[in-house]
Nanobody, 120 residues
Framework: VQLQASGGGLVQAGESLTLSCTAS????????MGWFRRAPGKEREFVSAIRWGVRNTYYADSVKGRFTISRDANTVYLQMNNLKPEDTAVYYC????????????????WGQGTQVTVSS
């Protein structure tokens, strides 16, 4: 399985973007797909995750109420509303074959990252 992320761009504060991450192979119901981000000079941080089978969703406190994760057959989406300058980062999708985790090291497969820049 390979992951291909897309959808990043440059927006102004308050605007929206939707990121997509398409898997080249099958995602099983026990898998978890997550989004992480790395801002300049900071560690990679958890943003959101979705359990593939039951579609339960999880969010970091910093994005709760503004971001929505969803998925269809082989793509996971991250709808980002009311973007803030502090959301500026490279966003990565990742696959966890073991279960839910907010720890980047627990994820088995990573996409290439897509840049999101929010101007004030």
């Amino acid at each position: 399985v390979q992951l291909q992320a897309s959808g990043g761009g440059l927006v102004q504060a308050g605007e929206s973007l939707t990121l997509s991450c398409t898997a080249s192979g099958r995602i099983f119901s026990s898998h978890v797909m997550g989004w992480f981000r790395r801002a300049p000079g900071k560690e990679r941080e958890f943003v959101s995750a979705i359990r593939w089978g039951v579609r339960n969703t999880y969010y970091a406190d910093s994005v709760k109420g503004r971001f929505t994760i969803s998925r269809d057959a082989n793509t996971v989406y991250l709808q980002m509303n009311n973007l803030k300058p502090e959301d500026t980062a490279v966003y990565y999708c990742a696959l966890n074959m073991e279960g839910l985790s907010s720890v980047a090291g627990d994820y088995d497969l990573w996409g290439q990252g897509t840049q999101v820049t929010v101007s004030s």
